[in-house]
T-cell receptor, first 110, second 113 residues
Framework: RKEVEQDPGPFNVPEGATVAFNCTYS??????FFWYRQDCRKEPKLLMS???SGNEDGRFTAQLNRASQYISLLIRDSKLSDSATYLC???????????FGTGTRLLVSP | NAGVTQTPKFQVLKTGQSMTLQCAQD?????MYWYRQDPGMGLRLIYY???????DKGEVPNGYNVSRLNKREFSLRLESAAPSQTSVYFC????????????FGPGTRLTVT
């Protein structure tokens, strides 16, 4: 089983739609969780950290479910500029590295 | 602050040639990383340096060497390039190991013919 798994998509949604991505992780010892955004031919950029209590940043909401070992990202009122690949990232306690999922591609159309 | 910088942005090598990819960060981060990204494979860790003076292998270290020159700089060397090393290479840094988010450089697009 992969350490971090994501649906590759693409998710095709119209502007204004709400879309959600899930990501599952295999190691219950994981402690830190992040969502990154990567535009075509660009570097990954941190979108938001994911906290145990869930957190929101504008139109973006991240949730963590430790019991089921998944994190989610909800995007409300999608914009054309949200079109990108979203990477789920997980760390295990005591480890010096992050594990990246292969990403979920989102395409927002007019 | 420039964040994480990488040079060169693009490079074409012939099989067997060598080259060094340079990375520098100005955020006073302790940990630095080298990844490669191939279509459909996601980011794969080549080497990392948890702190100045230490380096460790990642998931795909074969064919590469690294040097943590100082706290700011972390270089990746290909001693004898092979077509399988055609990829996009990203350098990243974080404040302290895996607990913190990583910040990425703009990448180096390498083609080996």
């Amino acid at each position: 089983r992969k350490e971090v798994e994501q649906d590759p998509g693409p998710f095709n949604v119209p502007e204004g739609a709400t879309v959600a991505f899930n990501c599952t992780y295999s190691n219950s010892a994981s402690q830190s969780f992040f969502w990154y955004r990567q535009d075509c031919r660009k570097e990954p950029k941190l979108l938001m950290s994911v906290y145990s209590s869930g957190n929101e940043d504008g139109r973006f909401t991240a949730q963590l479910n430790r019991a089921s070992q998944y994190i989610s990202l909800l995007i409300r009122d999608s914009k054309l500029s949200d079109s990108a690949t979203y990477l789920c990232v997980v760390n295990m306690w005591g480890f010096q590295k992050l594990v990246f999922g292969t990403g979920t591609r989102l395409l927002v159309s007019p | 602050n420039a964040g994480v910088t990488q040079t060169p942005k693009f490079q074409v090598l012939k099989t067997g040639q060598s080259m060094t990819l340079q990375c520098a960060q100005d955020m006073n981060h302790n940990s630095m990383y080298w990844y490669r990204q191939d279509p459909g494979m996601g980011l794969r860790l080549i080497y990392y340096s948890a702190s100045e003076g230490t380096t460790d292998k990642g998931e795909v270290p074969n064919g590469y060497n690294v040097s943590r020159l100082n706290k700011r700089e972390f270089s990746l060397r290909l001693e004898s390039a092979a077509p399988s090393q055609t990829s996009v290479y990203f350098c990243a840094s974080s404040e302290h190991g895996g607990q913190n988010e990583q910040y990425f450089g703009p990448g180096t697009r390498l083609t080996v013919t």
